[in-house]
């Protein structure tokens, strides 16, 4: 039985290659890990990886990013900037900006509370994809140049 899951396993049964498996689980499920184990919205950026925060009093603000309720989204939810600016996030009370579980993202990338405002600078060239936590459906990405 378990060699049968394994090579399930192993073919991709599921319909929904991009979510991890859970290694919890029996049934070979996928589950959505962002759901299931969300990351702990209290973590401190790492001042090692391409996303630092700033103070946003004394930073110069290249783009302002903030939210709508209806539709759920990131306005805007593409933005283009150079190495080294600062994006200004700005989400609605019951938004928050966390990295992208299943694309290329950055842990420093986080700004965990709700209706928190954070300046995060971009000093690596990439793109990093954020969402909320709580609204899988509202995501954005940064293109830095
Ligand atoms: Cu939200």
């Known amino acids: 039985m378990r060699a049968a899951v394994m090579l399930l396993l192993a073919l991709g049964c599921g319909s929904d290659d991009t979510k991890p498996i859970d290694a919890s689980t029996t049934d070979g499920t996928r589950r959505d890990a962002a759901v299931d184990a969300p990351p702990p919205i209290d973590a401190p950026p790492d001042a090692a990886t391409a996303v630092q925060r700033v103070d946003c009093a004394t930073a110069t603000i290249a783009r302002t990013v903030t939210t709508t309720d209806s539709p759920q989204a990131f306005v805007p939810n593409t ?39 954070a300046c995060l600078r971009f000093t690596t060239a990439g793109q990093f994809n954020w969402r909320c936590q709580p609204h899988a459906s509202m995501t954005g990405v940064v293109t830095v140049n």
């Not at 996030?89 to 928050?96: L, R, V």
């Open 79 to 117: 933005v283009t900037i150079n190495v080294n600016q600062v994006i200004r996030f700005q989400p609605g009370s019951s938004h928050n900006v966390i990295p992208h579980p299943t694309l290329p993202s950055d842990p420093g990338f986080r700004n965990g509370g709700f209706g928190e405002v």
